[in-house]
């Protein structure tokens, strides 16, 4: 996915597809996060730790986090913001459980019990 150069200020939605080809319902969570070399970062933890912040302030999903049913797919917004001049060479990383974390149960339960009920800790795959 490239968004190309966008102006300081200025928006640019894409959108990706997330497949679930699995015989199972996931949860996934979406961020972006610098590109690594080999599995290691050229970034200090510090440095790290700003791109982060810097990252969250300049891209948003319209579904971070959510379910995805067995044998399905869901396609997500990616709103691109930029704040500063920078040279984003990045990643979205899309990581997927098959349970969820106690906070995120608990926001979902509220919505749709019915979930809650088919998880079971199994996988964790990142993308």
């Known amino acids: ?5 966008i102006t300081v200020g200025f928006t640019k939605i894409m959108q990706a597809t997330i497949y679930n080809r699995s015989n199972c319902n996931i949860y996934i969570e979406l ?3 610098p590109k ?3 599995g290691k970062s050229k970034y200090t933890p510090k440095e ?3 791109l982060s ?3 969250t302030e300049n891209f948003q ?5 959510g379910i995805i049913n067995a044998k399905s797919k869901k396609t997500v917004s990616i709103t691109f913001k930029p704040q500063l001049r920078f040279d984003f060479d ?7 459980r098959e349970r969820m974390d106690k906070d995120v149960q608990q926001s979902i339960a ?3 019990t019915r979930y809650i009920e088919t998880m079971s800790e199994k996988s964790y795959i990142t993308v």
Do not use: E, H
């Open 90 to 96: 990045i990643n979205m990383v899309c990581i997927a």
């Open 48 to 50: 790290l730790q700003n």
């Open 36 to 38: 690594s070399i080999g």
């Open 110 to 112: 509220q919505t749709n």
């Open 1 to 5: 996915m490239d968004f190309g150069t």
């Open 53 to 55: 912040k810097v990252l």
């Open 31 to 33: 961020k972006m996060a």
């Open 61 to 65: 999903f319209d579904m971070p986090r």
